[in-house]
């Protein structure tokens, strides 16, 4: 079936840049996600990259497939103190579904 | 806009009460969500509605009922819930449902206690 995994803790310095992993099985994918939670708030979609894109850039925010490994990386610049979230991975699935990862969240330290 | 709304922000419930959720989306989507989400979980899809009628049920039990009165509304009434059932719940609409290679929106949520 489909899963999407990805690291649950990730510490970064403020101003560093920060690189949240995530891999997925479902080869027939057609979006990719990355969603931003922060604490007691809903979801807010960060950014989106179609499966036959490489990369996608988006002011600080960066996004890496790779498709042959199903590999999905999301590239945070200049880490700030208002970054601290947990980030869903997330990936369309055939049947009208999103599958999200776990969630990664993400420690800025001062 | 991409904004969905949900209504109450915030439930309190007795196990014996009726009471509901309700979302709204003004973006003309035809495809919306209710997913569940509990502490520390990634969301869980509970139903998915796609021009107004009920496409997918991921086998919730009847105590949730959803409902589309309109493409820009749905709601979920809830009746005799269990402690088990407080968590976050989730609104979300797209363009169409997922597959077809659309992005989905969320809503803040409603934070359910049951007590």
């Known amino acids: ?110 | 806009d991409t904004e969905v709304t949900q209504t109450p922000k915030h439930l309190v419930m007795g196990m014996t009460n009726k009471k509901s959720l309700k979302c709204e989306q003004h973006m003309g989507h035809r495809a919306m969500y209710w997913y569940k989400q509990k502490a520390k979980k990634p969301p869980e899809l509970m139903f998915v509605y796609s021009y107004e009628k009920l496409s997918i049920n991921e086998s919730v039990p009847s105590r949730f009922s959803p409902e589309c009165p309109n493409s820009s509304l749905l709601n979920l009434h809830l009746h005799a819930l269990q402690p088990e059932d407080s968590a976050l719940y989730l609104c979300a609409s797209s363009q169409e449902t997922a597959d077809s290679g659309n992005t989905i929106y969320f809503g803040e949520g409603s934070w359910l206690t049951v007590v």
């Open chain 1, 1 to 110: 079936g489909e899963d999407v995994e990805q690291s649950l803790f990730l510490s970064v310095r403020e101003g560093d840049s920060s690189v949240i992993n995530c891999t997925y099985t479902d080869s027939s994918s057609t979006y990719l996600y990355w969603y931003k939670q922060e604490p007691g708030a809903g979801l807010q979609l960060l950014t989106y990259i179609f499966s036959n894109m490489d990369m996608k850039q988006d002011q600080r925010l960066t996004v890496l497939l790779n498709k042959k490994d199903k590999h999905l990386s999301l590239r945070i610049a200049d880490t700030q103190t208002g970054d601290s979230a947990i980030y869903f991975c997330a990936e369309s699935s055939r049947d009208d579904k999103i599958i999200f990862g776990k969630g990664t969240r993400l420690h800025i330290l001062p």
